[in-house]
C-alpha cells in the first residue's frame, strides 16, 4: 500500500490503516519534506507567535507500527500500473492513495514574486515575519490571487492578526489594511459566521473588497492590479498565490480541470485501486486539513472492510469544523457540510469564546500525538 504525500490526508490515512489492521497491511508514506507544519501555525509562524522550530514536527518521529516513511521527491505516478518513481526509487502498489495536496504558482501573478509576499508556506510565513517588524505606516493588502484556495477563512484571520500586531506595536492608526477576496462574503456557506468576520472587520476599521482577484502586482507603482482593472496601492502585500496540483500530478494523466477527480462517496479514482484525497482533488469540499483527514478516513474505513470482507462502511459525507482566528487570542468555529444539499453548502457558525480557543488547540495538539507518538 503506497500513500504519496505526508499531510492531514496521508498522516491521517496511514495512522488509520495501522490501527486497524496491524501487520495485515505494510504502509509506505512518501513525502519530500522532513517534517509536518499545521496550515494554521503559518500565521503563529508569520507573526511571531511562534518560532518555526516550534511548529516543525519531524517526520522522522513517526512511530506508527506497519508505517514506513520515505523522505523521497515523487518524479512520476503510473496510475494505470500503479507504478511511483522517486528521485530515489520506485515502487509498484496493490493500492495507492494520493494525497499531495496543492501547489503555489507565483508566477500565474505577474509582479507577485517581486513586489509583494506570501503567507501560504513555510518559507513564505518565515520571510514575513522577518518583513512586518520595520511595516510601520501605509498600505497593506491581504490579496487572493486566485481560487480555489486553502482554508477560505484564512485571508480574513491573517487581516485581524495583522490589526492586533500593529495595535501591539502602536502604529495600527499609520495603516490601512484591505482584504480583497474573490467571493461575496467572507465565508460563503456560513452566513453568521460571515456577519460575524464583517463586524469584526468594521470594528477594526478592515476594509472588505469582496468579489475580486488580484491579477497582478505592478512593481514599478506598488500597486495591486484587480481582475476589474481595479488598481489599488499598497506597501505591503500579503498574497494568497494561485493554486495548482502539483506538476508531478498533472503530468500523471488523473486531472481534468486543475484536479483529480473522485467518486464523492469512495474518493476512488477512474483508476482501479487509485484513490485520491485533500487538496489535490475536486470532490466538492474546501481545501482545509479537516476535509482531507475526513476523506482519509473513509477511504481508510473502505479499504478496512474489504480486507475484513465486512460490508461497505457510510460513503464520506463531506463535513468538517474549521476554527477562525478572530483577534485578541480569541478563537470561533464553523461547521461546514458541503453535500446534504447538493450544490449549496451551509455552515453553523460558533462565536468566539476561550472554549474555542482552548479546542482548537486541542485539534491540534490531538493530531500531533495520534499521528507522531506523545
Ligand atoms: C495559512 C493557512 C491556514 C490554514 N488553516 C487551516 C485550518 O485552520 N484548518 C484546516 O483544516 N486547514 C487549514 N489550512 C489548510 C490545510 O493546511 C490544507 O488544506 C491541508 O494541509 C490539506 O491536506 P492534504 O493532505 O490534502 O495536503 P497537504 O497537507 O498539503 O500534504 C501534501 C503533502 O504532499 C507533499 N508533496 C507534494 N508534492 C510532492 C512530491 N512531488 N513528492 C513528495 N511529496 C510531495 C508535500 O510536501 C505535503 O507534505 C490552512 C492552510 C493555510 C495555508
Keep these: 500500500m503506497l500513500v504519496l504525500g505526508a499531510g492531514f490526508g496521508g498522516l491521517e490515512l496511514s495512522t488509520r490503516l495501522s490501527e486497524a489492521l496491524g501487520g495485515q497491511v505494510e504502509v509506505t508514506l512518501i513525502d519530500r519534506a522532513d517534517a509536518f507544519v499545521f496550515g494554521f501555525s503559518k500565521l503563529d509562524v508569520m507573526f511571531d ?47 495507492l492513495v494520493i494525497a499531495l495536496g496543492a501547489d503555489y504558482d507565483l508566477a500565474a501573478t505577474p509582479g507577485l514574486a517581486e513586489a509583494g ?75 453568521a459566521t460571515s456577519e460575524a468576520i464583517l463586524a469584526r472587520f468594521a470594528e477594526r476599521g478592515i476594509e472588505f473588497v469582496p468579489d475580486r482577484k488580484v491579477a497582478a502586482l505592478d512593481p514599478g507603482t506598488n500597486e495591486a492590479v484587480l481582475d476589474d482593472g481595479r488598481r489599488l496601492p499598497f506597501d505591503l502585500f500579503l498574497g ?95 461547521d461546514v457540510d458541503f453535500f446534504s444539499i447538493p450544490g449549496h453548502p451551509t455552515g453553523t457558525f460558533t462565536a468566539p469564546s476561550a472554549e474555542m480557543t482552548a479546542e482548537k488547540s486541542e485539534f491540534g495538539s490531538s493530531r500531533r500525538a495520534r499521528w507522531f507518538g506523545a
Aim: proline residues 10%.
Design 240 to 334: 494568497i498565490p494561485v493554486h495548482r496540483a502539483p506538476a508531478v500530478v498533472e503530468a500523471s494523466g488523473l486531472t481534468e480541470d486543475g484536479w483529480i477527480p473522485v467518486d464523492p462517496g469512495t474518493l476512488a479514482t477512474r483508476f482501479p485501486d487509485v484513490y485520491a484525497v485533500g487538496d489535490v482533488t475536486s470532490v466538492g469540499t474546501a481545501k482545509a486539513g479537516v476535509f482531507a483527514e475526513g476523506a482519509a478516513r473513509v477511504v481508510a474505513d473502505h479499504l478496512i472492510a474489504r480486507i475484513r470482507k465486512a460490508s461497505a462502511p457510510p460513503g464520506y459525507d463531506g463535513t468538517g469544523s474549521c476554527y477562525i482566528e478572530f483577534g485578541g487570542h480569541e478563537v470561533a468555529r464553523v
Design 117 to 191: 509576499n506570501e503567507f501560504y508556506s513555510v518559507p513564505g510565513a518565515e520571510a514575513l515575519r522577518d518583513v512586518l517588524p520595520s511595516f510601520r505606516s501605509g498600505v497593506a493588502i491581504v490579496g487572493v490571487c486566485g481560487a480555489p484556495f486553502k482554508c477560505p477563512p484564512a485571508p480574513s484571520e491573517a487581516a485581524i492578526l495583522l490589526d492586533d500586531y500593529l495595535r501591539e506595536r502602536g502604529v495600527r492608526e499609520n495603516v490601512r489594511i484591505r482584504v480583497v477576496i474573490p467571493f461575496g462574503k467572507p465565508v460563503p456557506p456560513s452566513p
Design 49 to 95: 507567535r511562534l518560532t518555526p522550530e516550534a511548529v516543525r514536527i519531524s517526520y522522522a518521529d513517526i512511530t506508527t507500527p506497519h508505517v514506513r516513511f520515505r523522505q523521497e521527491t515523487i518524479t512520476s505516478i503510473d496510475p494505470a500500473e500503479r507504478r511511483v518513481i522517486t528521485d530515489l526509487d520506485t515502487y509498484e502498489a496493490d493500492v
